[in-house]
């Protein structure tokens, strides 16, 4: 400890006295090169399974994707999210008809996600992998990781009141896929699939063109450039892949196919992976 | 869900991509409510001011207090020294981004706690996000709340562009509250007069700026700039909290001049 001519008392470190929005001490902190990046849960899957394509869409939809995801449960550890689905729809447009801010609507969207997180859970209980709670998810993922063949979150990040602005309108852009990826991210996790009701990505929404052409594999910039009006996951992964440093690309998979699901698991390319192209 | 039961927006929310910018221009159609339109919420930096000590904080204090009969006021922290130093070690020892967020919102928490207890016999309350549906009562029967200025991001920190300390830290976790419930103001409390245009510790030639935009200030690519950079970002988004004002606490006044809406130190904002 230090008390320097400035009269404030340091702790002497790379940081000290540095202002954390200067660039150059900012730089100093990337050590990819000397020291890389922990990966926490190295050998783990995140799995997220769509709301409205999979968990929705009845019984006949969704009952093949859990046997496929009991099968891969056998071998391989899963970090399975779900999203808020058609009744985070329903609570954003009477939240923004009432007036209320984009913060309050992330709020109350992690509730409809949790709901599902549940309902997969209850699907999944057989072979004990449930929801957890939110408060405790993050602190003690690795231990339940070791513990039981895989665990289930709401996919929403926990940004609540604190989420990000959006540029154009209310709806929050942190949705359950960006924390699903957000979190793959932090852990190091193997692989990142969005589980959907379309092959992958295409250059306009195949359900309304039945023109639309597939899309195998892009960089995220590139993406980007394209500018397409809609695409199948929440557009800010686009943002995030640009900084990533233990993920570099994640896949969007049918779940109507749902045995993709375990081949995209396995690190075959069966759908639409997007990369980061830095 | 029937459609008959669903408002124009909610057949378009249920039928369009939410990626789908026609929708998102639709959803910013409806007007927003400023929830607490009379409470002003006041960041008090961590090594620029709490670090300080006595000399620094107790005078703040005392302002606090005599501003309580007149002004709401919701006070996040700082982190500061011990954070810089949990980065340092963090880095060293490759942690990741959403780690160090964990590490600083703990750093930030002990200053919250220790403002909490100097307030405590005004009765003042600590609130974690966990808490912050009650923070309108709290705010309605004592004037002021205090709460940790970082983001409850945790493990779902994103990145940040250069380096691996958390982008968004107790300046935007502070400027997101004053946003979302529509706030009067956003005031900086820090030990600098407000925006230079370098480090004023470093840099002798150092000249003050007392008012700019938020787009003149990202123009002038500072290498060093008062506030994090994602608050600027936020800032170009916002609805309601449009400006941000940072003072010098160290001054005695300036922290009921700017709760009284005066000019004391650099006014940021987005229009």
Not at chain 1, 123 to 149: D, K, M, Q, T
Not at chain 2, 33 to 41: C, G, K, M, R, W
Request: net charge negative.
């Amino acid at each position: 400890m230090t008390t320097k001519a400035d009269k404030r008392h340091h702790m002497d470190s790379m940081l000290m006295r540095e202002s954390m929005v200067d660039k150059t001490v900012m730089a100093s902190t990337d050590t990819d090169g000397k020291v890389p990046v922990v990966r926490m849960l190295p050998h783990v899957h995140i799995v997220k399974i769509g709301a409205r394509s999979i968990l929705e869409a009845g019984h006949e939809v969704c009952y093949p994707v859990v046997d496929v995801l009991n099968n891969i449960l056998e071998k391989d550890k899963l970090i399975l999210s779900t999203g808020g689905g058609s009744r985070s729809r329903h609570v954003f447009s009477i939240g923004i008809d009432l007036g209320l801010p984009t913060g309050v609507l992330a709020q109350l969207s992690a509730a409809d996600a949790l709901g599902n997180a549940h309902i997969l859970g209850t699907l999944l209980s057989p072979v004990g992998v449930v929801a957890i709670p939110p408060e405790i998810f993050g602190h003690l993922l690795p231990l339940f990781i070791r513990s039981a063949p895989g665990v289930i979150f709401n996919g929403v990040p926990p940004y609540n009141l604190w989420e990000h602005l959006p540029a154009v309108g209310r709806i929050p852009p942190n949705r359950s896929d960006a924390g699903s990826f957000l979190l793959g991210e932090c852990f190091g996790c193997k692989t990142v699939t969005l589980v959907k009701d379309v092959d992958g990505l295409y250059d306009s929404d195949p359900k309304e063109n039945p023109d639309a052409q597939f899309i195998p594999k892009i960089g995220a910039q590139e993406l980007q450039q394209r500018n397409l009006k809609t695409l199948p996951f929440d557009r800010i992964i686009l943002d995030l892949l640009r900084n990533t440093k233990l993920v570099k690309e994640f896949q969007i998979v049918n779940g109507h196919n749902p045995e993709t699901i375990a081949a995209a698991v396995r690190g075959e390319h069966v759908g639409s992976i997007i990369y980061a192209d830095t | 869900m029937q459609d008959e039961l669903l408002s124009e927006l909610g057949v378009s929310l249920m039928e369009k991509s939410l990626t789908d910018d026609s929708l998102l221009e639709e959803t910013a159609k409806y007007e927003q409510v400023a929830l607490l339109p009379d409470a002003n919420v006041i960041k008090i930096g961590g090594q620029s001011f709490i670090d300080r000590g006595r000399r620094a904080v107790f005078p703040l204090i005392d302002e606090v207090v005599e501003n309580l009969p007149h002004h709401k006021m919701i006070i996040g922290t700082g982190a500061g020294t011990r954070a810089r130093h949990s980065y340092s070690v963090g880095v060293d020892l490759g942690m990741p981004t959403g780690v160090l967020s964990v590490l600083g919102t703990f750093v930030s928490m002990q200053n919250a706690r220790m403002l909490h207890y100097l307030l405590a016999k005004h009765g003042i309350p600590f609130i974690e996000p966990v808490q912050f549906p009650q923070l309108p009562h709290y705010l309605q029967e004592r004037n002021a709340v205090i709460f940790f200025g970082m983001p409850p991001y945790i493990f779902w920190q994103p990145n940040p562009s250069i380096g691996r300390i958390p982008p968004h830290r107790t300046d935007t976790g502070s400027y997101l509250v004053s946003e979302v419930f529509g706030a009067r103001s956003m005031i900086y409390v820090k030990d600098e007069d407000g925006l230079f245009t370098a480090d004023p510790k470093k840099d002798r030639n150092a000249t003050f700026i007392p008012k700019i935009t938020v787009e003149e200030l990202k123009a002038m690519d500072l290498p060093d700039v008062v506030v994090e950079h994602a608050v600027l970002d936020h800032m170009e988004n916002a609805v309601h909290r449009r400006s941000i004002q940072v003072i010098n606490g160290l001054v005695p006044g300036n922290l009921t001049k700017a709760l009284n809406g005066e000019h004391v130190g650099t006014i940021i904002s987005s229009d």
